[in-house]
């Protein structure tokens, strides 16, 4: 830092001759069949995943593009912020996912959760937490509309005061903009940390989703097949752990759909290996706990 160097500026970062994790880019069909496979034991039990993040962080983006790989064609991006980055998310809603033949569904649910704002006051950030916190229990019902500005009462007709295990969240999912974590966001990590507090108390698993890993290094735009060799990347990972508290291994980059008319195979790869990585985690939350 600062000081006279006579040395040349370093190179930029290259790849890393081998990548650090292994993806399955070749086999989609086999992916699914992995993930159709990852089913609680009882019947009709569903591994419920539970999405917060800021606005604009690619919570929306993220189902889509379940929707969108599952289906295995583009689903309409019919929840996505607008150029605002208003969240359009405050109705608590169960996003179910059916594979091609429409008419069986796969043993996992999504529900989304109102984004914040990094620069919205201590009290709506606590709001946020208790209201998560009543998610995570399965206490609010479907329909539910969140409030910023005040925190859900137990006496509201959508609060569920008793929760059955389909009801309550086998994971958790924190959705971070890699291009945004930075030390500004000191207030949503603070948020985060509350939020996972409540989980560990609970037993539910955390992991992070990092979205928009193509504008964050040219070299995954280029080709996808590259997010395991970029040391920015991997260099990124570790900050994010070390900041929210989850460890690499429970950290996915990924590429959302976000202006695509077609699917691309490697895309679909990344996405499904998280999602894949997401839904052992919460069947194993459930047999460890429910069975
Ligand atoms: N380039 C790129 N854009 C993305 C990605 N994920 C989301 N977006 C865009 O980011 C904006 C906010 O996404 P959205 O899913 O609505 O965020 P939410 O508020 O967390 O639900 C939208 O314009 C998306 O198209 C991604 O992985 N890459
Ligand atoms: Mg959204």
């Not at 996992?108 to 704002?117: C, E, K, Q, W």
């Not at 569920?160 to 990590?189: C, G, Q, R, W, Y």
């Not at 996808?224 to 291994?249: H, W």
């Not at 077609?262 to 894949?276: E, W």
């Amino acid at each position: 830092m600062g000081g006279k160097s006579s040395s040349r500026p370093a190179p930029p970062s290259p790849l890393l001759s081998k990548p650090w994790r292994e993806i399955n880019w070749n086999d989609k069909q086999g992916t699914l069949q992995h993930v159709n496979a990852i089913r609680p034991k009882t019947e009709g039990q569903v591994i419920r995943i539970l999405l917060h993040g800021l606005v604009g962080a690619g919570k929306s983006s993220f189902i889509n593009s379940v929707k969108s790989v599952l289906q295995e064609r583009m689903c309409l991006p019919a929840l996505v912020a607008n150029s605002f980055g208003e969240s359009c998310t405050k109705k608590h809603t169960t996003h179910k996912f059916n594979n091609g033949n429409q008419d069986t569904f796969y043993h996992f649910v999504i529900n989304d959760t109102m984004g914040l704002s990094n620069d919205c006051s201590r009290s709506t950030r606590n709001n946020r937490v208790r209201d998560i916190e009543k998610a995570l229990k399965g206490h609010v019902s479907e329909g539910y509309t969140f409030n910023p500005e005040c925190r859900i009462s137990m006496d509201d007709p959508f609060v569920n005061l008793k929760p059955s295990a389909n009801d309550k969240v086998h994971v958790l999912v924190f959705v971070i903009d890699a291009n945004k974590f930075t030390p500004m966001i000191e207030k949503a990590v603070e948020t985060f940390q509350d939020i996972r507090e409540e989980a560990i108390r609970l037993n539910i698993p955390q992991v992070v989703l990092l979205t928009k890993i193509d504008e964050f290094c040219p070299e995954s735009q280029q080709d996808v097949k590259n997010v395991y060799k970029i040391k920015t990347l991997k260099e990124k990972m570790k900050e994010v752990s070390a900041r929210v508290g989850i460890p690499v291994n429970c950290i996915f980059p990924v590429k959302n759909y976000s202006e695509e008319m077609d699917l691309n195979s490697d895309t679909d790869a990344l996405i499904l290996s998280a999602l894949k990585h997401i839904l052992q985690l919460g069947n194993d939350h459930l047999n460890n706990h429910y069975a």
